[in-house]
């Protein structure tokens, strides 16, 4: 079984940058389709993006498209979020995912981390 830790939330300006990290152990995590997702209070859970085995597809959810980027080093087992521009709105718990079947495109993952919180200010 893959166990994952998100790493790197915090409180950041309206405008500024975080990278977040998510380190995987246990199960290979060879072949794994990799997501992130957000949960804001009082709102459900939100696809943010994925990213597939070699790195070199990804899928965004229109809200953070050309503000985030993912990517991932598989030799390290650890998967990456780039936010750039943040919101206010970007303000969530951010849970990673993996999981080994399934399309880029699915919202079906086996495995979640624990979170990490952004908190964007105004």
């Known amino acids: 079984q893959v166990q994952l830790v998100e790493h790197g939330g915090g409180l950041v300006q309206a405008g500024g940058s975080l990278r977040l990290s998510c380190a995987a152990s246990?199960?290979?995590?060879?072949?794994?389709?990799m997501g992130w997702f957000r949960q804001a209070p009082g709102k459900e859970r939100e696809f943010v993006g994925a990213?597939?085995?070699?790195?070199?597809?990804?899928y965004y959810a229109d809200s953070v498209k050309g503000r985030f980027a993912i990517s991932r080093d598989n030799a390290k087992n650890t998967v990456y979020l780039q936010m750039n521009s943040l919101k206010p709105e970007d303000t969530a718990v951010y849970y990673c995912?993996?999981?080994?079947?399934?399309?880029?495109?699915?919202?079906?993952?086996?495995?979640w981390g624990q979170g990490t919180q952004v908190t964007v200010s105004s």
């Open positions: 995912a993996a999981d080994w079947r399934g399309s880029l495109y699915s919202s079906d993952y086996a495995i």
């Open positions: 246990g199960r290979t995590f060879s072949g794994s389709r």
């Open positions: 990213i597939g085995w070699s790195g070199a597809n990804t």
